[in-house]
């Protein structure tokens, strides 16, 4: 069982930055794959940014990409989420999300655990 914590949202002008947090509980974080997601008011849920067990390897949606940096730290149990050049398009809450798979996810029906969300709001 994993328990997921985000934190680190806010309201931030165009063009500013904002890093989520995600603390996670559990011996069994290093060996779970954590990815972020969003979800806009009216919208489905969309990937974000995923990471591999290691932190090796990384992934990212193509309107992140280039602005949005995902990390882990297995010592500290987190992934952070640094968001950098933010748009009004970025608004959402912002969910964790840990998958047991061996394979990073793009898609948050692979994922098994979820967080309650942080608020981000990007005014113009």
């Not at 930055?17 to 069994?28: E, Q, Y």
């Not at 912002?94 to 047991?100: D, E, G, R, V």
């Amino acid at each position: 069982q994993v328990q997921l914590v985000e934190s680190g949202g806010g309201l931030v002008q165009a063009g500013g930055s904002l890093r989520l947090s995600c603390a996670a509980s559990g011996r069994t974080f290093r060996n779970n794959a954590m990815g972020w997601f969003r979800q806009a008011p009216g919208k489905e849920r969309e990937f974000a940014a995923a990471i591999s067990r290691s932190g090796v390897s990384t992934y990212y949606a193509d309107s992140v990409k280039g602005r949005f940096t995902i990390s882990r730290d297995n010592g500290k149990n987190a992934v952070l989420l640094q968001m950098n050049s933010l748009k009004p398009e970025d608004t959402a809450v912002y969910y964790c999300a840990a998958s047991t798979r061996t394979v990073v996810a793009v898609t948050g029906t692979k994922y098994d655990y979820w967080g309650q969300g942080t608020q981000v709001t990007v005014s113009s």
